[in-house]
């Protein structure tokens, strides 16, 4: 299991004072009012960095980092994710997961049949989806509902699921 999460991604600066933009990558983009501190991943290294300041802006949140007081210290991170603790993370609660966790996991139906891979989980208003590369190397899409992904197992790295009438076709 990853230990850090992903809650941004750098866009771009913002003003000539050192802020970023950060496209928030978790469900709740307040979260970041609560951080003290992130994970900046350069691809290179990974630094922490102390959240001075929170503003939010449309679908965006803006971030002032301690020590970075300039546009040209901050805009090489552009395109950089913000990461942080799998104890700074929020509570889940029953039957929710991180996406992280769910990506790689085994798709079996109910009567024991391998089915796939859980590829990616999308996110859409009504309900989240999985993407299913399945054993024949099709792109299956389920929704993300009881009726359909009966048991999430993450000690076995498996997803049991029904396949509902109509998702093959």
Request: hydrophobic fraction near 40%.
């Amino acid at each position: 299991m990853e230990n850090l999460l992903r809650v941004g991604v750098i866009s771009s600066t913002h003003g000539v004072k050192g802020e970023v933009k950060v496209f928030p990558t978790t469900d709740d983009a307040g979260r970041f009012k609560n951080l003290k501190k992130v994970i900046l991943d350069t691809g290179r290294e990974q630094m922490d960095l102390e959240i001075q300041g929170v503003k939010f802006f449309k679908n965006m949140v803006i971030l002032k980092f301690k020590g970075y007081d300039s546009i040209n210290e901050i805009e090489k991170y552009k395109g950089k994710d913000l990461l942080i603790t799998r104890d700074q993370a929020v509570d889940l609660g029953p039957d929710e997961n991180f996406i992280v966790d769910l990506i790689g996991l085994r798709v079996i139906t109910e009567d024991g049949n391998e089915f796939g891979t859980l590829t990616d989980v999308l996110k859409t208003g009504a309900n989240d989806v999985y993407e299913v590369k399945t054993t024949d190397g099709k792109e299956v899409l389920l929704p993300a509902i009881r009726e359909c992904v009966l048991k999430v197992d993450l000690e076995n790295k498996t997803v049991t699921v029904h396949i509902m009438d109509g998702l093959l076709d």
